[in-house]
């Protein structure tokens, strides 16, 4: 059974930085799956943050220049740099990966992040 595991979320005042980690087990991504993170703020939908593959990131513009996301193959971990927080970036951060023949099939219980101004 497939696991991703969030955890690095918290309470940090603007200005300030979190790294987020997710943990995969059950399964070891490759290079040829993506994973990333997207985000839930209260009353809003679901938005992507930023995903990675072995030759690519993306990042949504709203956090381009502020957050970075990487990966560990050998731990099969992604993590996600978050500097330069803002409180526009407060909500829960999900973990996703891909699945074998589907896009961000796999999901986290996310990670909640809230930045106080």
């Known amino acids: 059974q497939v696991q991703l595991v969030e955890s690095g979320g918290g309470l940090v005042h603007a200005g300030g930085s979190l790294r987020l980690s997710c943990a995969a087990s059950?399964?070891?991504?490759?290079?040829?799956?993506?994973m990333g993170w997207f985000r839930q703020a209260p009353g809003k939908e679901r938005e992507f943050v930023a995903d990675?593959?072995?030759?690519?990131?993306h990042y949504a513009d709203s956090v381009k220049g502020r957050f970075t996301i990487s990966r560990d193959y050998v731990k099969n971990t992604v993590y996600l740099q978050m500097n330069s927080l803002k409180p526009e970036d407060t909500a829960a951060y999900y973990c996703?990966?891909?699945?074998?023949?589907?896009?961000?099939?796999?999901w986290g219980q996310g990670t909640q992040v809230t930045v106080a101004s």
């Open positions: 059950g399964r070891t991504f490759n290079s040829n799956y993506a």
């Open positions: 996703t990966a891909d699945g074998p023949t589907s896009r961000y099939y796999y």
């Open positions: 990675i593959t072995w030759t690519t990131t």
